[in-house]
């Protein structure tokens, strides 16, 4: 693994994060609970909260960016189903904001212009469809053909039934996307009984470290991040800086701190997510993660030196 150097501005960004500047740097603008598909293990379709207004979120966008976000994802439930979602990618990029859009890639990937997309993978054919619906994995495939020019990255939140998949989701979609990331699964209450132990975790991310290791798949996951999975879980809330994210809630409540304090209390000690995990290598300036950061938050873009 060689790491790309870091300009000595993104370094003095992070250890300003590290040292003192509690503000955010990535804001999750979760912009409706609605969904297309209605996936058994997925808390947010089954919260009823309407949407906002469009002015409304605008106003959001402006308000994240006032308090240090230069990252913006754009989550839901499905977050394309939204009809002025162009409206709110344009403006978060006016503000500077690079832009990164979750969906389940059933919706033309072409239909708006994002700076990346996240295709939420759950495995290869049936293994895919049996947590969402059938048909469900035909559709995102000829999605991602479809649209071989947008950049987008495999997002694939690992459990027990994709977990002995994750050597084909690699091989299948290493050419279909710009790059594959696997997650693990935290254990919602609805979820726990399908989420990987701690020491599961563990074993499987040292799969994906062999994997990273003999294969030339579009991996990006940080070797520093896999390595600490399923280790020091005692320790999780005392090192996650779950406060560099600021997560707006479908009804415009603004909290910096991670998606699982939106739904229920935090198990830090059963929690391996993959965001975070990079975040808190990135903290203790581990190259790697720091990489990882630069390429799904576009940190090695230039106009970010004109930021705040
Ligand atoms: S596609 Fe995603 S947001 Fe929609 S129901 Fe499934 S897991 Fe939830
Ligand atoms: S549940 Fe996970 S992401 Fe949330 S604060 Fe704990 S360790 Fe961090």
Redesign the pocket.
Known sequence: MKPGLFKPYYLYRFLRWKFGNRGPITAVAKVTNRCNLECDHCPWWKRDIPDLDTEEWLRLLEEARKRGAIHLIFEGGEPTLREDLDILIDHAKELGMLVMVITNGTIDLGKYDPDSYWVSVEGVGETHDKNREEGVFDKMVSNLKANRDVNKTACVTLHRYNAPQIEEIAAFFSPLTDGIWFNFM?PYEGAKDIALSPSQQRDVAERIIDLKDKERYKIINSYSYLESVGRNMDK??ET?P?FLTLLIDVDSTMKQG?T??QIED???DL?N?GC?GELTQAMKLKLDALNFLKKTMGLESDKLLWLK
Request: net charge positive; charged share 30%.
């Open positions: 935290y999780k809330r996650c779950s991670c699982v304090e935090c198990k830090c929690c997510a975070y």
